[in-house]
């Protein structure tokens, strides 16, 4: 018998309602990228859960490694000057 | 061996109650749990489209038809999330397939028994559903990622499997006398299948306390077990229907049921698939993985195709 195959991996974004960002719900396994789009419909979707769908091979996913790797993100703690924290606002200025 | 500050560090993360994600260190042994319980977890729902689908052909009402199938769909699905949260751990999807035909992995033996009547049906979504459920919600805040956000997803559409079965138990309790009897009688069957789907007493169980400090399972067997009787029985109670337990009993002073002593000897015989439908379970499986198998190819070949097409223009 020919070895069996799930197919690829898929990841799968869904957008709640115009306007919000894509957020990650999940992956699947679909041979190609109309029948990614139809499983992630069926199967992401079924409660209103959003109306609009992306989908990215998972292996076209770049990633950080981990939170482990925490040297990785160390150049925004020594940078405070990006936080609006950082500055003095004299007594009495408003709406800044 | 594995390095002791790593995995001290790895506690204190557990302890701090941060997840752990796919590319986090983790000892060996977490992983094979985890590997172990999300698949059988997996398993376990796809496996459980069997007994229900037995009666969708003879539903009673359109009505009922499609809410079953509606369920069966949702099922399908919590098997495909679990999938996925497990190949997280570096296991191929094929491989778990492979390990379920073979008989390596397991799948909850509550599976394993047959839907006899249509208030089977009632009796799974109310009892097996409601067992699941106690402990689906509990693992939410199981510690790997994955796991725990597959577990977020699959409660929210829990919710109307245990509606859609106590809805046919009631409406079998208020019938006619042979369907009161015929309900009573599918509470009767799967009772106590449905209290053992908690696994064996704290006392006895293997992986337990491991599997707690490092926070896989957030609650113990028996504590869910006693979530789950303590919620029931006054549901079974108010429809008119009795339990299969004579020591069944509210205890005022702790506040929970007392229960009968569990006959875990059945329990072991259908877990290590002595069980009349284990056999029927996994040759269905099988058979319905190598009929499909025309379509994996079509649908590869298809792929093949139209890469090759993109390719050349
Ligand atoms: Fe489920
Ligand atoms: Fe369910």
């Known amino acids: 018998m020919e070895k069996d195959n799930q197919g690829i991996l898929w990841e799968v974004f869904i957008q709640v309602k115009a306007g919000r960002p894509f957020k990650h719900v999940g992956s699947l396994h679909a041979y190609d990228k109309e029948m990614a789009m139809q499983s992630a419909r069926d199967l992401f979707t079924r409660r209103n859960e959003g109306n609009g769908i992306w989908i990215v091979k998972a292996d076209d996913i770049i990633s950080s490694q981990s939170v482990d790797d925490e040297a990785f993100f160390d150049p925004s703690n020594d940078k405070v000057y990006r936080h609006p924290t950082f500055y003095e606002v004299p007594d009495g200025v408003k709406h800044i | 061996m594995e390095d002791a500050k790593k995995l001290e560090a790895f506690q ?52 009922s038809k499609k809410i079953l199938m509606a369920k069966i769909q949702d099922e399908a699905g919590h098997g495909l999330y679990l999938y996925c949260a497990a190949e997280t751990l570096g296991v191929k999807r094929e491989q778990f397939l492979e390990w379920l035909h073979e008989g390596k992995a397991k799948y909850s033996s509550v599976f394993n028994y047959p839907t006899l009547t249509w208030a089977d049906i009632g009796a799974i979504g109310w009892l097996v559903d409601g067992a699941a459920i106690v402990n689906q919600v509990s693992l939410q805040g199981t510690s790997y990622g994955p796991y725990s956000r597959a577990m977020v997803k699959i409660c929210m559409e829990e919710s109307f499997h245990q509606r859609q079965g106590y809805e046919i138990m009631v409406t079998l309790a208020n019938g006619t006398d042979e369907q009161k009897e015929m309900a009573q009688d599918a509470l009767n069957r799967w009772w106590w299948p449905s209290i053992m789907m908690f696994g064996p007493h704290d006392a006895d169980s293997a992986h337990s306390n491991q599997s707690l400090k490092w926070k896989i399972k957030r609650e113990s067997n028996d504590e869910l077990r006693q979530k ?86």
Do not use: C
Not at chain 2, 29 to 38: D, P, S
Not at chain 2, 264 to 289: C, I, M, Q, S, T
């Open chain 2, 228 to 313: 789950f009787i303590d919620k029931t029985v006054e549901q079974g109670l108010h429809i008119g229907l009795t339990f299969p337990d004579p020591d069944l009993k509210w205890n005022e002073e702790k506040g929970h049921y007392d229960f009968g002593a569990i006959d875990w000897d059945e329990f072991w015989n259908v877990v290590k698939g002595y069980g009349a439908g284990n056999k029927k379970r996994l040759a269905h499986h099988k058979e319905a993985h190598e009929v499909g198998s025309w379509v994996r190819e079509a649908a590869i070949a298809y792929a093949n195709k139209k890469n090759n097409i993109q390719k050349s223009a």
């Open chain 2, 12 to 63: 204190a993360k557990i302890d701090a109650d941060i997840k752990i994600e796919p590319k986090d260190w983790m000892p060996e042994k977490y992983r094979q749990t985890l590997i172990r319980q999300i698949s059988q977890h997996a398993h376990s729902e796809v496996i459980g489209m069997q007994p229900e689908g037995n009666w969708l052909t003879r539903a009673p009402s359109l009505r």
